[in-house]
């Protein structure tokens, strides 16, 4: 029978990787054994391997250089966006809370994206006026999903504000990459046509379909964004909106493409300068 051990007092539980060694146990984040063992002392655990940072990824590694180095070169901040996020990221958020938003808006976001915001920033530096931050981005994806355009204050008032579904089980993701303008703009008249009748709730139901399984992630103030999408055959692509049910614009890129592509792109810019 395994000896117990207790461990007491760590917010942060790491590696016990030789059960010979004495009990007395500090400094760590993440329990890995096969033994029976109590934890007391803590007031509260939950998804201790959650806990644990992973290994930083090649991509943030390479955000968080182009980024400094663009904010060298462009240190008057003339690029466009620049002075609006000045090459500097919100700081970044625990999986846990992703896994929570993730959870609440039944979407899995993708893997850079994830990256982006666990090790390099919740929002912060990139195209345009910048990446929002998580709870801007649910603000700002209630509207895309549900057409209510209404003020912040209002908007989480709504009952199902905190919980609505950005992807839904039940329906197909229209945009992918067979999607044409004439599909797209069928789909407009209809949305335009519902509106014109006053009939807000079908035109909410039709409008959320056509964005299933995307998220708007970015900050434009020339009423463009850019989509990200979650699912289908174009997961994890970047794809520029122009306007309220303008046809979605695919750049062909990733989300990790797009990010580093924006950076080198101001780097060069303030290179010829």
Same mark, same amino acid.
């Given at each position: 029978?395994? /000896?117990?051990?207790? !461990? $007491? =007092? %760590?917010?942060? @539980? *790491? #590696? &016990?990787?030789?059960?010979?060694? +004495?009990?007395?146990?500090?400094?760590?984040?993440?329990?890995?054994?096969? /033994?029976?063992?109590? !934890? $007391? =002392? %803590?007031?509260? @655990? *939950? #998804? &201790?391997?959650?806990?644990?940072? +992973?290994?930083?990824?090649?991509?943030?590694?390479?955000?968080?250089?182009?980024?400094?180095?663009?904010?060298?070169?462009?240190?008057?901040?003339?690029?466009?966006?620049?002075?609006?996020?000045?090459?500097?990221?919100?700081?970044?958020?625990?999986?846990?809370?992703?896994?929570?938003?993730?959870?609440?808006?039944?979407?899995?976001?993708?893997?850079?994206?994830?990256?982006?915001?666990?090790?390099?920033?919740?929002?912060?530096?990139?195209?345009?006026?910048?990446?929002?931050?998580?709870?801007?981005?649910?603000?700002?994806?209630?509207?895309?999903?549900?057409?209510?355009?209404?003020?912040?204050?209002?908007?989480?008032?709504?009952?199902?504000?905190?919980?609505?579904?950005?992807?839904?089980?039940?329906?197909?993701?229209?945009?992918?990459?067979?999607?044409?303008?004439?599909?797209?703009?069928?789909?407009?008249?209809?949305?335009?046509?519902?509106?014109?009748?006053?009939?807000?709730?079908?035109?909410?139901?039709?409008?959320?379909?056509?964005?299933?399984?995307?998220?708007?992630?970015?900050?434009?103030?020339?009423?463009?964004?850019?989509?990200?999408?979650?699912?289908?055959?174009?997961?994890?692509?970047?794809?520029?909106?122009?306007?309220?049910?303008?046809?979605?614009?695919?750049?062909?890129?990733?989300?990790?493409?797009?990010?580093?592509?924006?950076?080198?792109?101001?780097?060069?810019?303030?290179?010829?300068?």
């Amino acid at each position: 029978m395994a /000896e117990e051990i207790n !461990i $007491t =007092g %760590l917010d942060m @539980i *790491r #590696h &016990i990787e030789d059960e010979e060694q +004495p009990a007395e146990v500090t400094g760590l984040e993440f329990i890995k054994s096969d /033994e029976t063992f109590s !934890i $007391t =002392g %803590l007031e509260n @655990i *939950r #998804h &201790i391997i959650e806990t644990d940072m +992973p290994p930083v990824s090649e991509f943030a590694v390479e955000l968080l250089r182009l980024a400094l180095t663009a904010k060298d070169l462009d240190h008057e901040l003339n690029i466009h966006g620049a002075q609006v996020h000045r090459y500097e990221f919100a700081p970044v958020v625990l999986g846990s809370v992703v896994n929570d938003f993730e959870y609440r808006h039944n979407i899995r976001l993708p893997k850079a994206y994830r990256e982006f915001l666990t090790q390099v920033g919740n929002g912060g530096a990139g195209p345009d006026n910048g990446l929002f931050p998580l709870d801007m981005l649910e603000f700002h994806n209630y509207y895309v999903h549900s057409g209510s355009n209404i003020h912040l204050s209002e908007a989480i008032e709504q009952p199902d504000y905190f919980t609505m579904p950005y992807k839904l089980d039940d329906k197909p993701v229209i945009i992918n990459s067979e999607l044409t303008d004439l599909q797209w703009n069928e789909l407009c008249n209809e949305l335009y046509s519902l509106r014109a009748k006053g009939n807000y709730e079908e035109y909410a139901k039709k409008r959320h379909e056509i964005y299933n399984g995307v998220i708007h992630i970015n900050s434009s103030i020339d009423n463009c964004g850019i989509l990200l999408v979650c699912d289908g055959d174009m997961s994890g692509e970047a794809i520029e909106m122009t306007g309220d049910l303008g046809r979605p614009y695919f750049l062909g890129i990733s989300f990790e493409e797009w990010m580093l592509g924006y950076f080198k792109s101001v780097i060069r810019q303030a290179e010829r300068k």
